[in-house]
Structure formats: structure tokens, C-alpha cells
């Protein structure tokens, strides 16, 4: 959930004692995550454990009197992408159900521009109360989605309806609420990008200019929706940013096709947008190699097509996608390599185009598809590159 911004208000019940849990797992997930909590709810988990697992201030006045600063009331239901009120007591309710604005907490609902999950949260006759079931009934027509409290054990001794649900539960709820329940939700996709390296000897290498970022953008984007992302990567000075991903570095072609034979089978999608060098130095020199002759000459031996190998060993139920970067002959030579490897759709960039391609932070691709459609986009950043490639995949995923 890397990037997303998640608003906890903590109201004073005693399931509060297990919110820094839920933080925990919210930050853990990549979230930005803040506390507002009510005056009572500081009797049930302390300001400090809340700060220190969030990394952030806790509001719980309008006034921070230590050092006389005023907490815009708005600021946060602006920030947040999603505010989760857990626990939600009775009290807390009936002023969301009024329009009772007298804390930081309810200020921050009152000015929200997103989605608000509740989690009511008390002993079992309030729960079944006639008012507090009036004032669920009002908030849901509010616009705000009201999780039922579990059933079990309660503070009061007594047990039945009331229980606030434990941490993982919630952080379930609030990523189903925040990933929308895409086709790619926990589909597993394998991903290479950047470049290899090529040794030919203990300090050289035949190499190339892919910067990686092309793959880097496409395993976010997979992982912003859910899916399992395995990211097999040259070298590069990327950094990965989402807990979905997981990455594996290689050097050289021959790594990174070993890896790819590793995971291809538990793969539902492929993309390959590795630059990979297609030879390599037939023998590497075990000692830097000295600069005797005038001429030098290497001989090169063919690399593994990785992605070709990927297209002969696909099931029908995978998909496929392969690059090409193409100078001349674009669409015709994309269009041979698509039916070569056995793809389902290949991207193609040109050189050509101005500010895309290696290095840059912008692209421009075309993507063609075995049922031959063809789907141009404008130059784009990466991001928005990848995020057009993914929604394509998500529809021929369909
Ligand atoms: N590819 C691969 N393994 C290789 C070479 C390429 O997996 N040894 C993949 C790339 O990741 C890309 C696609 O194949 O998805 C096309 O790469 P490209 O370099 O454009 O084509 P090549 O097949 O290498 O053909 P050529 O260099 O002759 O254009």
C-alpha cells in the first residue's frame, strides 16, 4: 500500500490497546499512516506508542499547549486517502450522526474528502441499543461503510456482539477498500528489467544503457493493484516501493535467465522489459586483461533468448509480453519478434521518438497483440507508461 495515506482516529474504547498493532502492519504495507484520537481514548493506548510505530504526531487537541501551535482541523481529513475511526464507541457515533464537531477527530470527519471505514466497537446491549442502531443506519446513509463488530468475548465479562475485529482483520479491510478488487489482485506476474552485464574480465563488462526504469514502473504498477510481482533485475540504482515486489538482482544474462526458469512456471503473466545483451564474451579473462596489441578482439557467443524460452514453455492460461526496441522497420520487425517468441502482445518503443527510451523519464510505446490490435499512446512518463501497459494487460487478462 506504499504512497497511501491512512487517517486513524481512535476513539476511547478499550480495543483501542490494540491499534499500534494495526499501525504496525499499515506502515510495514508501505502506508503513510497518522493518529487523531479523542481525550478518552489516551486512557486505553498512550500518544507516544502511537507516534513512534506511525513516525508522526498524534492530534488529539486543536491546541498543542507545549508550544501554542493551532492544528488546522482540516488539514487531515484532507491529507487522508481513507480515514478508519477503530474503535468506534457509541459516543463517538452519535456525534458523527449529529454533526457534533467538538474534537480533532470529528473535525477531521467533518472535512474529509475521501472514504471512511468504522469499526463500532462496545458491550453488546449498546450495540443492540435502538439509538446506536439509528445512528449507524445515519452515518451508512452518510456515505460511511460501517464493518459490523465481531462476535466473542467482551471487556464487561459478558459475550457477544460488540468485540472490535483483531488488527489483521482490519488491515484486510482497509486494503481491499484501498486496492480495488482488480482481475490482478494476488496474481503472480514475473517482471525483468534493466540491463545485463556482460564480463570480460574482472573489471569490464559489454553492457548497455537501459536505466531500468521501464520494469521498475511496470512492477509498481502491477503491485499498486494487488498482484504479487516478481522482479528479476540487472543492475541499475533503482529501488523497489512496494512490499508486493520482490526482488531479485542479477549481473549477467545467464543469471537472469536462471531465475526466470525458476518462477516462469508459478507465473500467471510475464513482462520482459530487460535490456539483455544478446552475446556475451566467450571466455572471461581471470586477470584484467593488459593493453599489449594495438587491436584487441573478443569473441562473443550467443546469449539466452530468455523471453523466446519463456514463449515456447507457456501454458494457455499465461500471458506474455515482450519489448522491442526497434530503429527501422518498426511495426514490422516488433510484429516478427512477437510471433517468433510466441507473445501474447509486445510493446514497442522507438528510438526515434524524442524523450523515449533508455535514460529517460518519459516514454512513448505502441503496443501490438497477436489479434492484431494495435494501441498507440502519447509520450508519457514512465509511470503512466506502465500504468496504460497494465490496465491493457488487466483487459487481456479478461
Ligand atoms: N529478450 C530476452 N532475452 C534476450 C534478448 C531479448 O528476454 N537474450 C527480450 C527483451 O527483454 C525484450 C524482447 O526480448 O522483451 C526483445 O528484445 P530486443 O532486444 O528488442 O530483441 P532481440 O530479440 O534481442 O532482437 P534484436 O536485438 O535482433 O532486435
Redesign the pocket.
Given at each position: 500500500m506504499h504512497g497511501k495515506r491512512i487517517l486513524i482516529g481512535i476513539s476511547g474504547g478499550i480495543a483501542a490497546y490494540k491499534i499500534p498493532l494495526l499501525v504496525r502492519l499499515l506502515k510495514k504495507s508501505g502506508a503513510e499512516v497518522k493518529c487523531v484520537m479523542t481525550n478518552s481514548a489516551k486512557e486505553f493506548v498512550t500518544k507516544e506508542v502511537l507516534s513512534t510505530l506511525s513516525e508522526n504526531i498524534v492530534y488529539d487537541a486543536f491546541w498543542d499547549h507545549d508550544d501554542g501551535t493551532w492544528n488546522n482541523h482540516v488539514d487531515l481529513g484532507i491529507w487522508a486517502d481513507l480515514f478508519v475511526i477503530a474503535p468506534l464507541t457509541a459516543n463517538t457515533l452519535s456525534k458523527m450522526s449529529s454533526g457534533t464537531c467538538d474534537n480533532v477527530l470529528l473535525a477531521s470527519y467533518f472535512s474529509l474528502r475521501k472514504k471512511c471505514i468504522v469499526f463500532p466497537a462496545m458491550d453488546l446491549d449498546m450495540y443492540t441499543h435502538d439509538s446506536v442502531k439509528r445512528n449507524i443506519n445515519q452515518i451508512e446513509s452518510d456515505g460511511v461503510k460501517v464493518i459490523p463488530a465481531a462476535t466473542g468475548d467482551l471487556a464487561s465479562g459478558l459475550s457477544g456482539q460488540g468485540r472490535m475485529p483483531e488488527p489483521e482483520e482490519i488491515y484486510n479491510i482497509i486494503q481491499d477498500c484501498l486496492l480495488p478488487n482488480t482481475l490482478l489482485k494476488d496474481k503472480k506476474i514475473l517482471i525483468?528489467a534493466g540491463p545485463t552485464y556482460e564480463s570480460i574480465d574482472p573489471v569490464r563488462f559489454i553492457g548497455n544503457h537501459s536505466s531500468g526504469k521501464m520494469g521498475y514502473a511496470l512492477a509498481n504498477a502491477f503491485a499498486e493493484k494487488g498482484a504479487n510481482v516478481t522482479l528479476i533485475s540487472g543492475p541499475t540504482n533503482l529501488h523497489i516501493k512496494n512490499s508486493l515486489i520482490e526482488l531479485h538482482q542479477v549481473t549477467s544474462?545467464k543469471e537472469m535467465f536462471e531465475l526466470v526458469q525458476q518462477n516462469w512456471n508459478q507465473s500467471e503473466i510475464g513482462v520482459?522489459?530487460?535490456?539483455?545483451a544478446?552475446y556475451s564474451p566467450k571466455n572471461i579473462s581471470d586477470s584484467k586483461i593488459k593493453k599489449n596489441e594495438d587491436e584487441l578482439q573478443i569473441d562473443l557467443v550467443k546469449?539466452?533468448?530468455?523471453?523466446y524460452w519463456a514463449g515456447q514453455n507457456k501454458i494457455s492460461t499465461q500471458k506474455l509480453i515482450?519489448?522491442?526496441?526497434e530503429t527501422n522497420d518498426e511495426e514490422k520487425?516488433a510484429i516478427k519478434?512477437l510471433n517468433k517468441?510466441n507473445l501474447d502482445a509486445i510493446v514497442l518503443n522507438s528510438l526515434s521518438d524524442k524523450g523515449a527510451g533508455f535514460g529517460f523519464d518519459t516514454n512513448k510505446v505502441t503496443i501490438l497483440d497477436k489479434s492484431s490490435n494495435k494501441l498507440g499512446f502519447e509520450l508519457l512518463s514512465k509511470d503512466e507508461t506502465a500504468n496504460n501497459i497494465v490496465t491493457y494487460i488487466e483487459q487481456l487478462y479478461k
Open positions: 525483468t544474462a520482459f522489459a530487460a535490456a539483455v544478446d546469449n539466452p533468448d530468455i523471453l515482450g519489448f522491442a526496441l520487425n519478434k517468441k
